[in-house]
């Protein structure tokens, strides 16, 4: 169902041995030594699959099967509502994970709002400039330019009877975007903080609802989840495994 049509369309060397005196040249006529050879280039090493697409973590999840049946809009619920409120429930849902392995995401240990190893995501900044941020600094924005925009009725209408904006499919999509990167950062830099705490389950399952809704309402490009060719999303690879494991649908 197109959500958009449906309202109007992250040695030191070792001690060298002594060695016996240096005989003199006039011991030993002069020898020409081979020039070197020159140097084989180096084997490409590959870079390590990160643990989220390793087994048995890429299929740990507390819902079994497909999405598709959780994600479909009831009967007699409007669309605009089940779209806001499930944006809320990821929103919510997302930022407590975030606050659990925030300690982690300092300066630090993520100078950049990495999804991949080639891809860091810019924030726009008042002179609509694209600048880097640390990822805890980027995060923090997101988050609370979200929580401004569901706490303001004239976007996310509270009260019987009240409209929602013509502007709310294209605000939607920018905070599911904007969601997306949260996700991606936490999975290209903190999985390993997850698994220590045991909550891969709970994320793998939020994250794959997230897709699901996203890709039904058409909330998500897919370009936004694999990236490009020369700076992948880290978690375009999941998207198309839990897709062959009928997890999601295309």
């Not at 007699?76 to 392995?101: K, P, R």
């Not at 698994?195 to 897709?211: G, Q, T, V």
Request: charged share 15%.
């Amino acid at each position: 169902m197109s959500f958009f049509n449906s309202i109007g369309r992250s040695m030191t060397r070792a001690q060298r041995p002594k060695r016996s005196p240096t005989p003199t040249s006039a011991t030993f006529p002069p020898v020409e030594m081979p020039p070197p050879k020159p140097s084989e280039p180096s084997a490409t090493v590959a870079a390590p699959k990160p643990l989220y697409l390793c087994t048995p973590f890429v299929e740990a999840a507390l819902v079994k099967g497909n999405f598709k049946t959780i994600v479909m809009l009831p009967k007699y619920v409007d669309i605009m509502e089940w779209v806001a409120v499930n944006i809320f429930d990821f929103y919510t849902n997302l930022n407590e994970f975030y606050g659990v392995i925030a300690e982690c995401c300092t300066v630090q240990n993520c100078p950049k709002m990495s999804a991949g190893p080639a891809l860091n995501y810019t924030w726009i900044n008042q002179e609509r400039k694209s600048v880097h941020l640390p990822a805890t600094t980027y995060i923090d924005y997101v988050m609370t330019w979200i929580q401004n925009l569901l706490d303001d009725d004239n976007t996310f209408p509270t009260k019987a009877g009240q409209e929602f904006p013509p502007s709310f499919p294209s605000t939607v999509k920018h905070i599911y975007r904007q969601l997306l990167r949260v996700f991606a950062h936490m999975y290209h830099a903190h999985y390993h903080h997850i698994l220590h705490l045991r909550s891969e389950p709970h994320f793998n399952s939020l994250f794959a609802h997230f897709l699901a809704f996203g890709r039904e309402y058409e909330l998500l490009e897919v370009k936004d989840v694999k990236g490009t060719q020369s700076a992948p999303v880290g978690v375009g690879q999941l998207w198309e495994a839990w897709r062959q494991m009928g997890i999601l649908e295309g």
